[in-house]
Protein backbone atom coordinates (compact mmCIF):
# COMPACT_ATOMS: atom_id res chain seq x y z
CA UNK A 1 0.00 0.00 0.00
CA UNK A 2 2.58 2.48 1.58
CA UNK A 3 4.95 1.41 -1.65
CA UNK A 4 1.79 2.33 -4.87
CA UNK A 5 1.65 5.63 -2.83
CA UNK A 6 5.27 6.24 -3.16
CA UNK A 7 5.21 5.78 -6.72
CA UNK A 8 2.59 7.60 -7.46
CA UNK A 9 4.10 10.89 -5.36
CA UNK A 10 6.97 10.71 -7.70
CA UNK A 11 4.81 10.42 -11.11
CA UNK A 12 5.18 13.61 -12.63
CA UNK A 13 2.36 16.15 -12.99
CA UNK A 14 0.78 16.05 -16.47
CA UNK A 15 1.12 20.15 -16.23
CA UNK A 16 5.04 19.55 -14.77
CA UNK A 17 5.82 19.67 -19.58
CA UNK A 18 4.93 23.69 -19.48
CA UNK A 19 6.56 24.18 -16.03
CA UNK A 20 9.04 26.43 -16.23
CA UNK A 21 12.29 24.16 -15.50
CA UNK A 22 13.99 25.51 -12.62
CA UNK A 23 9.87 24.94 -11.09
CA UNK A 24 9.48 21.76 -11.82
CA UNK A 25 12.97 20.84 -10.48
CA UNK A 26 12.33 22.42 -7.43
CA UNK A 27 8.72 20.65 -6.70
CA UNK A 28 11.24 17.47 -6.37
CA UNK A 29 14.73 17.27 -4.80
CA UNK A 30 15.00 20.87 -3.92
CA UNK A 31 11.88 21.16 -1.72
CA UNK A 32 13.79 20.91 1.48
CA UNK A 33 16.42 23.07 1.29
CA UNK A 34 16.27 25.56 3.47
CA UNK A 35 18.26 28.98 2.34
CA UNK A 36 16.26 32.21 1.97
CA UNK A 37 17.74 33.69 -0.99
CA UNK A 38 20.40 33.45 -4.15
CA UNK A 39 23.20 35.64 -4.59
CA UNK A 40 22.21 37.89 -8.33
CA UNK A 41 24.70 40.52 -8.04
CA UNK A 42 28.06 40.29 -5.58
CA UNK A 43 30.75 42.42 -4.86
CA UNK A 44 33.68 42.54 -1.94
CA UNK A 45 31.84 44.85 -0.25
CA UNK A 46 28.16 44.14 -0.41
CA UNK A 47 25.47 41.86 -2.36
CA UNK A 48 22.00 41.68 -3.57
CA UNK A 49 20.34 38.36 -3.53
CA UNK A 50 16.63 37.33 -4.66
CA UNK A 51 14.60 36.05 -1.84
CA UNK A 52 13.43 32.78 -2.36
CA UNK A 53 9.63 34.07 -1.77
CA UNK A 54 7.72 36.89 -2.47
CA UNK A 55 7.91 39.54 1.08
CA UNK A 56 10.47 36.52 2.04
CA UNK A 57 13.30 38.21 2.90
CA UNK A 58 15.09 38.02 6.10
CA UNK A 59 14.60 40.96 8.54
CA UNK A 60 17.02 44.28 8.48
CA UNK A 61 19.35 43.59 10.57
CA UNK A 62 19.62 40.02 10.41
CA UNK A 63 23.04 37.92 9.79
CA UNK A 64 23.02 35.57 6.76
CA UNK A 65 25.59 33.28 5.71
CA UNK A 66 26.61 32.42 2.17
CA UNK A 67 27.34 28.92 0.85
CA UNK A 68 30.95 28.53 -0.22
CA UNK A 69 34.22 27.43 0.43
CA UNK A 70 34.98 30.53 2.89
CA UNK A 71 31.28 30.65 3.72
CA UNK A 72 30.49 35.08 3.60
CA UNK A 73 29.04 37.05 6.29
CA UNK A 74 26.78 39.73 6.24
CA UNK A 75 23.99 41.81 7.51
CA UNK A 76 20.58 43.10 5.88
CA UNK A 77 20.77 46.44 5.27
CA UNK A 78 18.03 46.71 3.05
CA UNK A 79 14.66 44.63 1.43
CA UNK A 80 12.54 45.44 -0.94
CA UNK A 81 10.19 44.33 -3.57
CA UNK A 82 9.28 45.73 -7.02
CA UNK A 83 8.00 44.57 -10.33
CA UNK A 84 10.54 41.37 -12.55
CA UNK A 85 9.58 43.43 -15.76
CA UNK A 86 11.28 46.81 -16.31
CA UNK A 87 8.44 48.57 -18.08
CA UNK A 88 5.81 47.13 -16.06
CA UNK A 89 4.92 48.67 -12.66
CA UNK A 90 2.56 47.85 -10.47
CA UNK A 91 -1.01 49.54 -10.12
CA UNK A 92 -3.36 50.07 -7.42
CA UNK A 93 -5.94 47.71 -7.53
CA UNK A 94 -8.27 48.48 -4.44
CA UNK A 95 -8.34 44.86 -3.02
CA UNK A 96 -7.03 43.24 -0.21
CA UNK A 97 -3.64 40.94 -0.65
CA UNK A 98 -6.24 38.08 -0.29
CA UNK A 99 -8.52 39.27 -2.13
CA UNK A 100 -5.72 39.74 -5.15
CA UNK A 101 -4.86 36.17 -4.53
CA UNK A 102 -8.01 34.64 -5.40
CA UNK A 103 -8.57 37.01 -8.19
CA UNK A 104 -5.67 38.11 -9.90
CA UNK A 105 -2.86 35.84 -8.98
CA UNK A 106 -0.96 36.71 -11.56
CA UNK A 107 0.28 39.72 -10.02
CA UNK A 108 2.28 37.65 -7.35
CA UNK A 109 4.33 36.12 -10.41
CA UNK A 110 5.38 38.93 -11.68
CA UNK A 111 7.08 40.80 -8.32
CA UNK A 112 9.76 39.52 -7.03
CA UNK A 113 11.51 40.19 -3.61
CA UNK A 114 15.20 41.16 -2.96
CA UNK A 115 17.53 41.97 -0.23
CA UNK A 116 20.58 44.06 0.02
CA UNK A 117 23.57 42.90 2.69
CA UNK A 118 26.39 44.23 3.63
CA UNK A 119 29.48 41.96 4.06
CA UNK A 120 31.07 41.64 7.39
CA UNK A 121 33.36 38.86 7.42
CA UNK A 122 33.71 35.31 6.38
CA UNK A 123 34.33 32.07 8.07
CA UNK A 124 37.49 30.18 7.66
CA UNK A 125 37.46 26.36 8.36
CA UNK A 126 34.34 27.44 11.07
CA UNK A 127 35.99 30.10 12.58
CA UNK A 128 34.56 33.52 12.23
CA UNK A 129 37.13 36.23 10.84
CA UNK A 130 35.95 40.18 10.99
CA UNK A 131 37.89 40.88 7.67
CA UNK A 132 35.92 41.60 4.20
CA UNK A 133 36.75 38.22 2.38
CA UNK A 134 39.58 37.69 -0.06
CA UNK A 135 36.75 36.75 -2.59
CA UNK A 136 33.37 37.57 -2.91
CA UNK A 137 30.37 35.73 -3.09
CA UNK A 138 29.39 33.87 -5.95
CA UNK A 139 26.33 34.88 -8.63
CA UNK A 140 23.74 31.91 -7.46
CA UNK A 141 25.20 30.86 -4.06
CA UNK A 142 22.63 29.74 -1.84
CA UNK A 143 21.89 32.68 1.15
CA UNK A 144 21.08 31.06 5.11
CA UNK A 145 20.09 32.61 8.06
CA UNK A 146 22.95 32.69 10.69
CA UNK A 147 21.70 30.68 13.80
CA UNK A 148 22.09 32.03 17.01
CA UNK A 149 24.50 30.05 17.50
CA UNK A 150 26.55 31.65 14.52
CA UNK A 151 25.59 34.77 15.55
CA UNK A 152 26.47 34.83 19.42
CA UNK A 153 30.15 32.72 17.81
CA UNK A 154 30.80 35.92 15.44
CA UNK A 155 30.17 38.42 18.04
CA UNK A 156 32.60 37.11 20.15
CA UNK A 157 34.63 40.50 19.63
CA UNK A 158 32.77 43.63 18.17
CA UNK A 159 35.55 45.00 15.99
CA UNK A 160 32.32 44.35 13.09
CA UNK A 161 30.83 47.15 14.40
CA UNK A 162 33.29 49.85 13.37
CA UNK A 163 32.89 48.58 9.47
CA UNK A 164 28.50 49.14 10.23
CA UNK A 165 29.80 52.98 11.49
CA UNK A 166 31.60 53.43 8.92
CA UNK A 167 29.31 52.49 5.95
CA UNK A 168 27.91 55.83 4.00
CA UNK A 169 25.04 54.24 2.41
CA UNK A 170 22.61 53.49 4.83
CA UNK A 171 21.22 55.67 7.96
CA UNK A 172 23.91 54.40 10.27
CA UNK A 173 22.24 54.37 13.66
CA UNK A 174 19.23 52.12 12.84
CA UNK A 175 21.25 49.95 10.67
CA UNK A 176 23.40 49.60 14.15
CA UNK A 177 20.37 49.13 16.13
CA UNK A 178 19.03 47.14 14.53
CA UNK A 179 21.74 44.58 14.34
CA UNK A 180 22.48 44.41 18.05
CA UNK A 181 18.92 43.72 18.77
CA UNK A 182 19.46 40.90 17.34
CA UNK A 183 22.93 40.17 18.86
CA UNK A 184 21.77 41.18 21.96
CA UNK A 185 18.51 38.50 21.46
CA UNK A 186 21.02 35.26 20.21
CA UNK A 187 23.04 35.93 23.75
CA UNK A 188 19.77 35.61 25.51
CA UNK A 189 19.82 39.16 26.64
CA UNK A 190 23.11 38.55 28.43
CA UNK A 191 23.81 40.94 31.03
CA UNK A 192 27.86 40.61 30.34
CA UNK A 193 27.26 40.92 26.83
CA UNK A 194 24.91 44.19 27.20
CA UNK A 195 27.52 45.49 29.39
CA UNK A 196 31.00 45.11 26.57
CA UNK A 197 28.70 45.94 23.82
CA UNK A 198 27.99 49.01 25.66
CA UNK A 199 31.47 49.69 26.48
CA UNK A 200 32.84 48.98 22.68
CA UNK A 201 30.11 51.81 21.38
CA UNK A 202 31.14 54.45 24.20
CA UNK A 203 34.81 53.79 22.82
CA UNK A 204 33.39 54.30 18.86
CA UNK A 205 31.17 57.51 19.53
CA UNK A 206 32.80 58.42 22.95
CA UNK A 207 32.84 61.95 21.04
CA UNK A 208 28.90 62.15 20.68
CA UNK A 209 27.13 61.75 24.20
CA UNK A 210 23.74 62.06 22.86
CA UNK A 211 24.36 59.80 20.21
CA UNK A 212 25.52 57.36 22.22
CA UNK A 213 22.70 57.45 25.30
CA UNK A 214 20.10 57.58 22.34
CA UNK A 215 21.86 53.89 20.13
CA UNK A 216 22.10 52.31 23.89
CA UNK A 217 18.68 53.20 24.94
CA UNK A 218 17.05 52.02 21.86
CA UNK A 219 18.89 48.59 21.83
CA UNK A 220 18.28 47.91 25.65
CA UNK A 221 14.59 48.32 25.41
CA UNK B 1 16.10 57.56 -42.64
CA UNK B 2 12.75 58.95 -42.74
CA UNK B 3 12.20 62.55 -44.21
CA UNK B 4 9.68 63.68 -41.38
CA UNK B 5 8.89 67.37 -42.56
CA UNK B 6 8.00 65.14 -45.85
CA UNK B 7 5.79 62.69 -44.08
CA UNK B 8 4.37 65.71 -42.29
CA UNK B 9 2.83 67.19 -45.54
CA UNK B 10 1.16 64.74 -45.96
CA UNK B 11 0.06 63.69 -42.60
CA UNK B 12 -1.72 66.81 -43.34
CA UNK B 13 -3.57 66.41 -46.27
CA UNK B 14 -4.68 62.56 -44.56
CA UNK B 15 -6.27 64.64 -41.92
CA UNK B 16 -8.65 66.84 -44.41
CA UNK B 17 -9.65 63.36 -46.11
CA UNK B 18 -10.21 61.79 -42.92
CA UNK B 19 -12.70 64.49 -41.30
CA UNK B 20 -14.80 64.31 -44.49
CA UNK B 21 -15.03 60.02 -44.20
CA UNK B 22 -16.03 60.50 -40.60
CA UNK B 23 -18.92 62.74 -40.94
CA UNK B 24 -20.22 60.14 -44.00
CA UNK B 25 -19.33 57.46 -41.60
CA UNK B 26 -21.99 59.29 -38.89
CA UNK B 27 -24.64 59.03 -41.52
CA UNK B 28 -23.86 55.28 -42.56
CA UNK B 29 -24.30 54.18 -38.88
CA UNK B 30 -27.52 55.55 -38.22
CA UNK B 31 -28.91 53.91 -41.46
CA UNK B 32 -27.81 50.46 -40.25
CA UNK B 33 -28.90 51.14 -36.73
CA UNK B 34 -32.44 52.06 -38.48
CA UNK B 35 -31.73 49.06 -40.86
CA UNK B 36 -30.98 47.11 -37.33
CA UNK B 37 -34.28 48.04 -35.78
CA UNK B 38 -36.27 47.25 -39.18
CA UNK B 39 -35.00 43.67 -38.57
CA UNK B 40 -35.28 42.35 -35.38
CA UNK B 41 -38.68 41.25 -35.27
CA UNK B 42 -38.71 40.10 -38.68
CA UNK B 43 -34.95 38.58 -38.65
CA UNK B 44 -36.32 34.99 -40.61
CA UNK B 45 -37.28 36.80 -43.57
CA UNK B 46 -33.92 38.12 -43.63
CA UNK B 47 -32.54 34.51 -42.70
CA UNK B 48 -34.14 33.39 -45.51
CA UNK B 49 -33.10 35.82 -48.14
CA UNK B 50 -29.46 35.23 -46.62
CA UNK B 51 -30.16 31.26 -47.28
CA UNK B 52 -31.24 31.92 -50.89
CA UNK B 53 -28.83 34.71 -52.04
CA UNK B 54 -25.19 34.51 -53.67
CA UNK B 55 -23.43 37.15 -52.39
CA UNK B 56 -19.18 38.23 -53.15
CA UNK B 57 -18.90 38.88 -49.48
CA UNK B 58 -19.59 36.86 -46.38
CA UNK B 59 -23.23 36.57 -44.64
CA UNK B 60 -24.03 35.44 -40.89
CA UNK B 61 -25.74 32.19 -40.31
CA UNK B 62 -28.38 33.34 -38.04
CA UNK B 63 -29.12 30.68 -35.14
CA UNK B 64 -31.67 33.27 -32.61
CA UNK B 65 -31.96 36.54 -34.45
CA UNK B 66 -30.41 39.89 -34.49
CA UNK B 67 -32.26 41.08 -30.79
CA UNK B 68 -30.79 42.91 -28.21
CA UNK B 69 -27.98 41.74 -25.95
CA UNK B 70 -27.76 38.86 -23.39
CA UNK B 71 -26.97 39.66 -20.04
CA UNK B 72 -23.32 38.91 -17.90
CA UNK B 73 -23.47 35.42 -16.17
CA UNK B 74 -21.98 35.11 -13.18
CA UNK B 75 -18.78 33.01 -13.06
CA UNK B 76 -18.54 30.17 -10.90
CA UNK B 77 -16.50 30.81 -8.00
CA UNK B 78 -13.85 28.60 -9.01
CA UNK B 79 -12.72 28.33 -12.38
CA UNK B 80 -9.02 27.74 -14.23
CA UNK B 81 -7.71 30.04 -17.55
CA UNK B 82 -5.49 28.10 -20.21
CA UNK B 83 -4.08 30.22 -23.04
CA UNK B 84 -1.04 30.38 -24.86
CA UNK B 85 0.13 32.46 -27.62
CA UNK B 86 3.39 32.58 -29.92
CA UNK B 87 6.30 34.79 -31.29
CA UNK B 88 9.07 33.40 -33.64
CA UNK B 89 12.29 34.54 -35.01
CA UNK B 90 11.95 33.92 -38.57
CA UNK B 91 14.80 32.25 -40.82
CA UNK B 92 16.87 34.62 -42.52
CA UNK B 93 19.11 33.74 -45.27
CA UNK B 94 21.42 36.84 -44.65
CA UNK B 95 22.69 35.97 -41.26
CA UNK B 96 24.73 32.46 -40.33
CA UNK B 97 22.18 29.81 -40.25
CA UNK B 98 18.72 29.66 -41.59
CA UNK B 99 17.13 27.95 -39.05
CA UNK B 100 14.12 29.60 -36.87
CA UNK B 101 12.52 29.51 -34.05
CA UNK B 102 9.32 29.24 -32.09
CA UNK B 103 8.53 30.61 -28.13
CA UNK B 104 5.55 29.30 -27.16
CA UNK B 105 4.42 31.32 -23.65
CA UNK B 106 2.11 29.31 -21.60
CA UNK B 107 -0.81 31.05 -18.63
CA UNK B 108 -3.14 29.08 -16.47
CA UNK B 109 -4.65 30.89 -13.90
CA UNK B 110 -6.47 29.45 -11.11
CA UNK B 111 -9.46 31.58 -9.81
CA UNK B 112 -11.27 31.10 -6.34
CA UNK B 113 -8.53 28.90 -4.95
CA UNK B 114 -5.52 31.00 -4.37
CA UNK B 115 -3.90 28.12 -5.76
CA UNK B 116 -0.14 29.18 -7.80
CA UNK B 117 -0.38 29.67 -11.28
CA UNK B 118 1.53 28.22 -14.07
CA UNK B 119 3.35 31.31 -16.42
CA UNK B 120 6.05 30.05 -18.51
CA UNK B 121 7.50 30.20 -21.95
CA UNK B 122 9.45 26.99 -24.12
CA UNK B 123 11.34 27.84 -27.07
CA UNK B 124 11.87 25.21 -29.87
CA UNK B 125 14.63 25.69 -32.56
CA UNK B 126 14.14 24.57 -35.77
CA UNK B 127 17.72 24.17 -37.66
CA UNK B 128 17.72 20.44 -39.30
CA UNK B 129 17.37 19.86 -43.32
CA UNK B 130 14.37 18.15 -42.81
CA UNK B 131 13.09 21.30 -41.00
CA UNK B 132 13.87 24.26 -42.95
CA UNK B 133 12.79 22.02 -46.36
CA UNK B 134 9.48 21.23 -46.40
CA UNK B 135 7.44 19.37 -49.22
CA UNK B 136 3.98 20.27 -50.15
CA UNK B 137 1.62 19.88 -53.32
CA UNK B 138 4.67 18.04 -54.83
CA UNK B 139 7.20 20.81 -54.21
CA UNK B 140 10.21 21.21 -52.39
CA UNK B 141 10.36 24.60 -50.70
CA UNK B 142 12.43 26.32 -48.03
CA UNK B 143 10.63 27.38 -44.98
CA UNK B 144 10.19 30.78 -45.14
CA UNK B 145 8.17 33.41 -43.35
CA UNK B 146 4.25 32.45 -43.93
CA UNK B 147 5.27 28.73 -43.25
CA UNK B 148 6.41 29.67 -40.17
CA UNK B 149 3.78 31.67 -39.09
CA UNK B 150 1.16 28.55 -39.79
CA UNK B 151 3.33 26.40 -37.97
CA UNK B 152 3.48 28.96 -34.87
CA UNK B 153 -0.59 29.11 -34.96
CA UNK B 154 -1.19 25.80 -35.25
CA UNK B 155 1.76 25.20 -32.19
CA UNK B 156 -0.49 27.85 -30.40
CA UNK B 157 -3.59 25.81 -30.57
CA UNK B 158 -2.22 22.27 -29.80
CA UNK B 159 -0.07 23.18 -27.05
CA UNK B 160 -3.05 24.91 -25.62
CA UNK B 161 -5.15 21.85 -26.10
CA UNK B 162 -2.57 19.87 -24.19
CA UNK B 163 -2.20 22.48 -21.88
CA UNK B 164 -6.71 22.57 -20.63
CA UNK B 165 -6.33 18.85 -20.83
CA UNK B 166 -3.27 18.62 -18.26
CA UNK B 167 -5.22 21.24 -16.30
CA UNK B 168 -8.11 19.18 -16.23
CA UNK B 169 -6.49 15.96 -15.21
CA UNK B 170 -5.26 17.57 -12.02
CA UNK B 171 -8.65 18.43 -11.65
CA UNK B 172 -8.82 22.10 -12.22
CA UNK B 173 -12.36 23.04 -13.82
CA UNK B 174 -10.46 24.57 -17.19
CA UNK B 175 -11.72 27.12 -19.91
CA UNK B 176 -9.23 27.64 -22.92
CA UNK B 177 -8.42 30.78 -24.61
CA UNK B 178 -7.15 31.31 -28.04
CA UNK B 179 -5.83 34.70 -29.10
CA UNK B 180 -7.45 34.94 -32.79
CA UNK B 181 -9.67 33.57 -34.97
CA UNK B 182 -10.89 29.85 -34.29
CA UNK B 183 -11.60 29.99 -38.17
CA UNK B 184 -8.21 28.79 -40.88
CA UNK B 185 -9.39 30.91 -43.35
CA UNK B 186 -5.85 31.64 -44.92
CA UNK B 187 -5.71 27.72 -45.55
CA UNK B 188 -8.07 28.67 -48.51
CA UNK B 189 -5.37 28.42 -51.46
CA UNK B 190 -2.73 26.30 -50.58
CA UNK B 191 -2.09 23.37 -51.69
CA UNK B 192 -4.35 20.21 -50.73
CA UNK B 193 -1.60 18.25 -48.79
CA UNK B 194 -0.85 20.83 -46.49
CA UNK B 195 -4.13 21.89 -45.83
CA UNK B 196 -5.10 18.85 -45.37
CA UNK B 197 -2.69 17.98 -42.87
CA UNK B 198 -2.56 21.88 -41.18
CA UNK B 199 -6.88 20.96 -40.90
CA UNK B 200 -6.44 17.62 -39.76
CA UNK B 201 -4.20 18.76 -36.49
CA UNK B 202 -6.23 21.45 -35.26
CA UNK B 203 -9.50 19.09 -35.65
CA UNK B 204 -7.77 16.36 -33.70
CA UNK B 205 -6.86 19.04 -30.67
CA UNK B 206 -10.74 20.06 -30.87
CA UNK B 207 -11.51 16.65 -30.66
CA UNK B 208 -9.54 16.23 -27.82
CA UNK B 209 -11.53 19.10 -25.99
CA UNK B 210 -14.88 18.37 -26.78
CA UNK B 211 -14.26 14.89 -25.67
CA UNK B 212 -12.85 16.18 -22.18
CA UNK B 213 -15.94 19.11 -22.53
CA UNK B 214 -13.24 21.85 -22.20
CA UNK B 215 -14.92 25.08 -23.89
CA UNK B 216 -12.65 26.78 -25.80
CA UNK B 217 -12.76 30.08 -27.70
CA UNK B 218 -11.30 32.60 -29.86
CA UNK B 219 -10.71 36.17 -28.74
CA UNK B 220 -10.52 39.00 -31.58
CA UNK B 221 -9.77 41.94 -30.34
CA UNK B 222 -11.09 45.06 -32.51
CA UNK B 223 -12.52 42.97 -34.78
CA UNK B 224 -13.01 44.43 -38.78
CA UNK B 225 -15.44 41.97 -39.49
CA UNK B 226 -18.41 43.06 -41.61
CA UNK B 227 -20.79 39.63 -41.01
CA UNK B 228 -23.50 41.78 -39.79
CA UNK B 229 -23.43 44.86 -41.89
CA UNK B 230 -23.22 42.68 -44.97
CA UNK B 231 -26.70 41.08 -43.66
CA UNK B 232 -28.06 44.43 -43.63
CA UNK B 233 -26.87 45.62 -47.03
CA UNK B 234 -28.68 42.07 -48.55
CA UNK B 235 -31.97 43.70 -46.94
CA UNK B 236 -31.29 46.94 -48.91
CA UNK B 237 -30.93 45.17 -51.93
CA UNK B 238 -34.55 45.26 -53.69
CA UNK B 239 -34.39 41.97 -55.27
CA UNK B 240 -35.91 39.24 -53.16
CA UNK B 241 -33.34 37.02 -53.94
CA UNK B 242 -29.81 38.58 -55.07
CA UNK B 243 -27.02 37.63 -56.80
CA UNK B 244 -23.89 39.53 -57.21
CA UNK B 245 -22.55 38.50 -60.26
CA UNK B 246 -25.74 39.35 -61.93
CA UNK B 247 -26.57 42.58 -60.13
CA UNK B 248 -28.19 44.62 -62.49
CA UNK B 249 -27.42 47.98 -61.01
CA UNK B 250 -23.93 47.01 -61.41
CA UNK B 251 -24.34 45.88 -65.58
CA UNK B 252 -26.47 49.13 -66.10
CA UNK B 253 -23.69 51.02 -65.08
CA UNK B 254 -21.13 49.09 -67.28
CA UNK B 255 -23.35 49.05 -70.28
CA UNK B 256 -26.04 52.01 -70.36
CA UNK B 257 -24.23 54.92 -70.21
CA UNK B 258 -21.65 56.51 -72.60
CA UNK B 259 -18.02 56.46 -71.41
CA UNK B 260 -17.92 60.33 -70.12
CA UNK B 261 -21.06 59.23 -67.88
CA UNK B 262 -19.40 56.03 -67.07
CA UNK B 263 -16.20 58.43 -65.20
CA UNK B 264 -18.39 60.07 -63.60
CA UNK B 265 -20.89 57.58 -62.24
CA UNK B 266 -17.23 54.97 -61.36
CA UNK B 267 -16.35 57.95 -58.88
CA UNK B 268 -19.65 58.10 -57.22
CA UNK B 269 -19.70 54.29 -56.90
CA UNK B 270 -15.92 54.65 -55.22
CA UNK B 271 -18.15 57.20 -52.68
CA UNK B 272 -20.43 54.08 -52.04
CA UNK B 273 -23.32 55.25 -53.77
CA UNK B 274 -23.22 53.58 -56.71
CA UNK B 275 -25.27 50.16 -55.64
CA UNK B 276 -28.73 50.24 -53.70
CA UNK B 277 -26.25 48.07 -50.57
CA UNK B 278 -23.44 50.73 -51.11
CA UNK B 279 -24.91 53.22 -48.44
CA UNK B 280 -23.51 50.91 -45.48
CA UNK B 281 -20.13 50.28 -47.43
CA UNK B 282 -17.06 50.42 -45.30
CA UNK B 283 -18.70 50.14 -42.19
CA UNK B 284 -17.52 47.10 -39.67
CA UNK B 285 -19.87 45.47 -37.18
CA UNK B 286 -18.30 46.15 -33.60
CA UNK B 287 -19.27 49.88 -34.62
CA UNK B 288 -23.03 48.73 -35.17
CA UNK B 289 -23.14 46.57 -32.17
CA UNK B 290 -21.22 48.97 -29.95
CA UNK B 291 -24.52 50.73 -30.07
CA UNK B 292 -26.39 48.07 -29.42
CA UNK B 293 -25.11 46.31 -26.84
CA UNK B 294 -24.17 47.31 -22.88
CA UNK B 295 -21.03 46.29 -21.09
CA UNK B 296 -20.87 43.11 -20.28
CA UNK B 297 -23.67 41.82 -22.67
CA UNK B 298 -23.30 39.56 -25.82
CA UNK B 299 -25.09 39.55 -29.15
CA UNK B 300 -26.95 36.03 -30.18
CA UNK B 301 -24.52 33.84 -31.52
CA UNK B 302 -23.99 33.49 -35.90
CA UNK B 303 -22.78 30.92 -37.90
CA UNK B 304 -19.96 31.47 -39.80
CA UNK B 305 -20.19 30.90 -43.43
CA UNK B 306 -16.61 30.66 -44.12
CA UNK B 307 -15.83 28.10 -46.90
CA UNK B 308 -13.11 26.30 -44.62
CA UNK B 309 -15.51 25.35 -42.28
CA UNK B 310 -16.85 22.70 -44.84
CA UNK B 311 -14.50 20.83 -43.58
CA UNK B 312 -14.88 21.27 -39.89
CA UNK B 313 -17.17 18.51 -39.44
CA UNK B 314 -18.77 18.78 -35.79
CA UNK B 315 -16.85 21.89 -35.25
CA UNK B 316 -18.18 24.30 -37.52
CA UNK B 317 -17.66 27.77 -35.47
CA UNK B 318 -19.89 30.12 -34.15
CA UNK B 319 -19.62 33.65 -32.65
CA UNK B 320 -20.83 36.70 -31.02
CA UNK B 321 -19.82 39.81 -30.36
CA UNK B 322 -19.25 41.19 -26.65
CA UNK B 323 -19.14 44.37 -25.11
CA UNK B 324 -16.14 44.03 -22.67
CA UNK B 325 -16.63 47.57 -21.98
CA UNK B 326 -13.27 49.09 -23.10
CA UNK B 327 -14.15 47.98 -26.48
CA UNK B 328 -16.21 45.30 -28.72
CA UNK B 329 -14.56 41.96 -28.95
CA UNK B 330 -15.74 39.05 -31.37
CA UNK B 331 -15.72 35.69 -29.43
CA UNK B 332 -15.22 32.37 -32.38
CA UNK B 333 -16.34 29.23 -30.01
CA UNK B 334 -16.82 25.91 -31.96
CA UNK B 335 -20.41 23.96 -32.15
CA UNK B 336 -20.53 21.93 -29.43
CA UNK B 337 -19.65 24.78 -27.25
CA UNK B 338 -22.26 27.06 -29.08
CA UNK B 339 -25.29 24.24 -28.29
CA UNK B 340 -24.19 23.81 -25.03
CA UNK B 341 -25.98 26.50 -22.31
CA UNK B 342 -23.62 25.18 -19.35
CA UNK B 343 -20.67 25.81 -22.04
CA UNK B 344 -21.49 28.79 -23.66
CA UNK B 345 -22.42 30.93 -20.11
CA UNK B 346 -19.19 29.86 -19.10
CA UNK B 347 -17.66 30.84 -21.90
CA UNK B 348 -19.31 34.39 -22.16
CA UNK B 349 -18.81 34.65 -17.79
CA UNK B 350 -14.99 34.07 -18.22
CA UNK B 351 -14.47 36.37 -21.55
CA UNK B 352 -16.32 39.54 -19.07
CA UNK B 353 -14.34 38.63 -16.14
CA UNK B 354 -10.89 38.07 -18.17
CA UNK B 355 -11.46 41.75 -19.63
CA UNK B 356 -12.49 43.29 -16.55
CA UNK B 357 -9.18 41.74 -14.86
CA UNK B 358 -7.24 42.87 -17.58
CA UNK B 359 -8.05 46.29 -18.21
CA UNK B 360 -10.24 45.82 -21.08
CA UNK B 361 -8.26 42.71 -22.67
CA UNK B 362 -8.44 38.99 -21.83
CA UNK B 363 -5.29 39.16 -18.58
CA UNK B 364 -4.63 35.42 -19.35
CA UNK B 365 -4.40 36.18 -23.28
CA UNK B 366 -2.02 39.55 -22.86
CA UNK B 367 -0.16 37.74 -20.24
CA UNK B 368 0.51 34.98 -22.82
CA UNK B 369 1.72 37.21 -24.82
CA UNK B 370 4.36 38.93 -22.33
CA UNK B 371 5.68 36.11 -21.77
CA UNK B 372 5.58 34.10 -25.50
CA UNK B 373 6.98 37.71 -26.86
CA UNK B 374 10.61 37.77 -28.70
CA UNK B 375 11.53 41.28 -29.10
CA UNK B 376 13.92 43.26 -31.37
CA UNK B 377 16.59 42.91 -28.53
CA UNK B 378 16.29 39.43 -28.00
CA UNK B 379 16.51 38.20 -31.32
CA UNK B 380 20.18 40.57 -31.77
CA UNK B 381 20.84 38.27 -28.77
CA UNK B 382 19.84 35.44 -29.87
CA UNK B 383 22.62 35.59 -33.46
CA UNK B 384 25.30 37.03 -31.43
CA UNK B 385 24.73 33.68 -29.60
CA UNK B 386 24.39 31.77 -32.64
CA UNK B 387 27.34 33.38 -34.48
CA UNK B 388 29.74 32.91 -30.98
CA UNK B 389 28.60 29.21 -30.77
CA UNK B 390 29.70 28.42 -34.04
CA UNK B 391 32.94 30.16 -33.86
CA UNK B 392 33.91 28.36 -30.85
CA UNK B 393 33.12 24.96 -32.42
CA UNK B 394 35.03 26.16 -35.42
CA UNK B 395 32.39 26.07 -37.73
CA UNK B 396 32.85 27.83 -41.01
CA UNK B 397 29.85 30.41 -41.39
CA UNK B 398 29.51 33.78 -43.40
CA UNK B 399 27.11 36.30 -43.52
CA UNK B 400 25.50 38.16 -46.44
CA UNK B 401 27.29 41.10 -47.06
CA UNK B 402 23.84 42.87 -47.22
CA UNK B 403 23.82 41.78 -43.19
CA UNK B 404 27.02 42.96 -42.23
CA UNK B 405 26.28 46.07 -44.34
CA UNK B 406 22.96 46.69 -41.95
CA UNK B 407 25.64 46.55 -38.99
CA UNK B 408 28.59 48.69 -40.02
CA UNK B 409 27.46 51.36 -42.43
CA UNK B 410 30.76 53.67 -43.30
CA UNK B 411 30.67 56.91 -44.52
Not at chain 1, 63 to 89: K, Q, W, Y
Not at chain 1, 95 to 122: D, N, S, V
Not at chain 2, 12 to 31: I, N, S, T, Y
Request: with cysteine; hydrophobic share 35%.
Amino acid sequence: MTRVENVKERKPSPLSRFMPDEMAKRDGAGAERTYVGEVVESSTTELIAEARELHGGPSFGEFIRIEADLPVLGIIFNVFTHSIEPNRRPTAYGKTEEELRLEQPQIFELLRTEFQALIIGYLDGGAPVQILPPQPARIHSFVHLCTDEEVRAFTGNDDYLRRILNTSKVPTDELLIAVLRHTLRAHERSRDYLVRMGKELSRLMGDDYDRLSSVIRRVAN
Amino acid sequence: MLDLYAVKTQIDDMVVDERRVQEDFRAKLELALAEYRRWEPEWQTLATKINKSRTSWLLPGMADGLGGGVERPERPAEISIAATDGSQIFPDRHEVSSCFLINIGYILLHYGTGEKPLMSSKPTLYYREEEIFEEWGGRRMFVNRDLVGFKRSLMEFTELADLALAAKAEGHPVVALSDGTLILWNLEGKPQDFKESYLQTTLEAMDSLRDARIPVAGYISQPGSQELINALKLGLCPLEVADCDRCPWQAENQLGFNEDEIGAIQDDLWRGHGLPCSPLEGLNDAVLVSHVLSPGQRTPLYLSTSKILNEYGSHRIYYFYLDVGAEIGRVEIPEWVATDPELLELVHACMCDQADKGQGYPVALAEAHERAVVRGADRDTFYRFLRDTFVKNNIQTSISTKSFKKRYVGI
